[in-house]
């Protein structure tokens, strides 16, 4: 072969292996960082994964804040009105938190099936609702309604 056809098809090889890298490094950042938004009946029913970070989302239920005294820990449980899940979460909660708004929380479901929140986010105003948790109170609110349950007005 040509030595200047080998030193080109070199450098091509050579092109084509480091974009092959860069793709897959790519790839594999987007699928670390992708959080998959799950309801608390779709968690309750098993379909979130354990140890894999996660969003979940709905409204505090009422009467379920515990806080810590002498911490920065809370546990609180997320309802969508058909099924709940408690979640835990150290840190400062935003200023809207309240029981009876809806939040989105982004953390790990553990093994005891145990929400263990690493960010909580509240809905900004009394109006506006996250896609996410209108979503599935609305799946609910149908559910509820074919079983011929009445759900609270949110």
Known sequence: MNPARKRKLTII???LAG???????TTYA??????????PTQIAE???PVDVRIRA???VEDGSVVRDPDS????FRVTDFTSAVT???EGILPDLFAEGQGVVTTGQLNSDRVFVAEQV???HDEKYMPPEVSDALEKSKARAAEEGREMPEY
């Open 121 to 123: 986010l509240a809905k």
């Open 30 to 39: 987007f699928r670390q960082n992708i959080n998959l938004f799950y309801d």
């Open 19 to 25: 974009l092959a890298v860069a793709v897959g490094l």
């Open 87 to 89: 979640v835990r979460y």
């Open 57 to 59: 989302g709905g409204m």
């Open 46 to 48: 098993g379909e979130a």
């Open 13 to 15: 090889l050579f092109l």
């Open 72 to 75: 920065l820990k809370v546990e």
